[in-house]
């Protein structure tokens, strides 16, 4: 059964600081992974989207990569602002024909940016 | 991206009712899903829901709980039934597979669910 974690499970870091945020997996025969972001009572923002024959995507101040052999992905938020402020979560999708579409959540990284 | 929205955005119910969720997305897609966010928890998926046919049910999950409809492909409802306390959560529509077929999976903004 694949599990998802993330780590840390939060974080404070001052502004203009490089913000590095961990998940890891234990079935690496995935078909993606995707990072979204979470605000206080709101839904989910989907950042990036990472398949699983690549190495990484960028997306302006966002970089994740994935190593899939060794069952891990991470993401990099350069220069961090307090409007990044959020609950940041991984998700892998299988790669099973029966698991199409199924998303298997991380318990998210929550970070803090202080001005 | 698509737009997805859904109704009601919050609500306060009592034990013993149920309260059905709507959610409506601007343009056909392929899949959606419905996810539950416990407090302080992450999204664990209920159910795919079909068109046209029943839902799948992951593990935990029955119908008789939470009925699932989807009579196109642009619309869907999920009625969570007889509640208790422990329905209290945020519940979350998803959806893939439409425009160019990304494989980016979209989320509603969720409703917010208090069971008294």
């Known amino acids: 059964k694949q599990e998802v974690t993330q780590i840390p499970a939060a974080l404070s870091v001052p502004e203009g600081e490089n913000l590095v945020l961990n998940c890891s997996f234990t079935?690496?025969?995935?078909?993606?992974l995707q990072w979204f972001r979470q605000d206080p009572g709101k839904g989910l923002t989907s950042l990036l989207l990472?398949?699983?024959?690549?190495r990484e995507q960028t997306s302006g101040r966002l970089n994740a990569s994935l190593d899939k052999s060794s069952g891990r992905s991470t993401l990099y938020i350069a220069a961090s602002q307090p409007g990044d402020s959020a609950t940041y979560l991984c998700a892998v999708r299988r790669g099973t024909t029966d698991s199409w579409g199924k998303l298997q959540f991380g318990a998210g990284t929550q970070v803090v940016v202080t001005p | 991206s698509a737009v997805i929205s859904q109704k009601p955005s919050r609500d306060i119910c009592q034990r013993g009712t149920s309260l059905t969720i709507q959610c409506q997305v601007d343009s056909q897609v392929t899949m959606m899903f419905w996810y539950r966010q416990q407090p302080g928890q992450s999204l664990t998926l209920i159910a795919t829901a079909n068109q046209g046919s029943e839902a799948t049910y992951e593990s935990g999950f029955v119908i008789d709980k939470f009925p699932i409809s989807r009579p196109n492909l642009t619309f869907s409802t999920l009625t969570v039934s007889n509640m208790s306390p422990e329905d209290s959560s945020i519940y979350l529509c998803s959806v893939e597979g439409f425009g160019t077929g990304t494989d980016t999976q979209y989320f509603g903004p969720g409703t917010r669910l208090t069971v008294l």
């Open positions: 079935d690496s025969a995935i078909y993606n």
């Open positions: 990472i398949q699983s024959s690549q």
